[in-house]
């Protein structure tokens, strides 16, 4: 199985801040990465799919890049709606589709 | 995008069998392109799908919980079904319906999900 990782299980920003989030496969996986976001007690919702393609509806602050192992995920200026935690998952093989363990972005 | 909806039994007892049924509307679950999905994430922790559907004659399980596992699907409803057998305290979590499209270039990703629906087993 492809196992996700991500380097933080917290970041620390405040409203403005350019955020990073990383996330990294076991393997290469090329571009075959998503990126979600899920606020308390509510469904994750799909931002970036294929590493670098916004989803529609998804704010322009939100972009993502990466090929191969290592991904990333960008907030431009961090907005008060933007404090939740936030999932990678790959597409490359077979179930189970693996998703990371979270990153979540809360108040510094 | 379509909208989906969990329901059945929140609480169900050690070794019994869960079982949840995913309504969909705005869109027929006969749909080219379309897995129908049931992802489940325990309190606190990450996510794990469980399993997919594609047609009723096509299936996809998360191999650590394959033996376990059966999702079926009704056109006639627009719905698609999950029963985990001989469930335990592990198997308390958040469950959620998702449908996962797949495209072109193999591209990939959960675009829709349900609100999730709680489920305990404790006797």
């Known amino acids: 199985d492809i196992q996700m990782t991500q380097s933080s299980s917290s970041v620390s920003a405040s409203v403005g801040d350019r955020v990073t989030i990383t996330c990294r496969a076991s393997q290469s996986i090329s571009n075959y990465l998503n990126w979600y976001q899920q606020k308390p007690g509510k469904a994750p919702k799909l931002l970036i799919y294929a590493a670098s393609r916004l989803q529609s509806g998804v704010p322009s602050r939100f972009s993502g890049s990466g090929s191969g192992t290592d991904f990333t995920l960008t907030i431009s200026s961090l907005q008060p709606e933007d404090f939740a935690t936030y999932f990678c998952?790959?597409?490359?093989?077979?179930?189970?589709?693996?998703f990371g363990p979270g990153t979540e972005v809360v108040v510094k | 995008q379509v909208q989906l909806q969990e329901s059945g039994p929140r609480l169900v007892k050690p070794s019994q069998t869960l079982s949840l049924t995913c309504t969909v509307s705005?869109?027929?679950?006969?749909?080219?392109?379309?897995?129908w999905s049931w992802i489940r994430q325990p309190a606190g922790k990450g996510l794990e799908l469980v399993g997919q559907?594609?047609?009723?004659?096509?299936?996809n399980y998360n191999p650590s919980l394959k033996s376990r596992v059966t999702i079926s699907m009704d056109t006639s409803k627009n719905q698609f079904s999950l029963e985990l057998s001989s469930v335990t305290a592990a198997d308390t979590a958040m469950y959620y319906c998702a449908s996962m499209y797949s495209g072109s270039y193999g591209r990939r990703y959960f675009d829709s999900w349900g609100q999730g629906t709680l489920v305990t087993v404790s006797s």
């Open positions: 705005g869109g027929s679950i006969d749909i080219g392109s379309y897995y």
């Open positions: 559907i594609f047609t009723s004659d096509s299936t």
């Open positions: 998952q790959q597409s490359y093989s077979s179930l189970p589709f693996s």
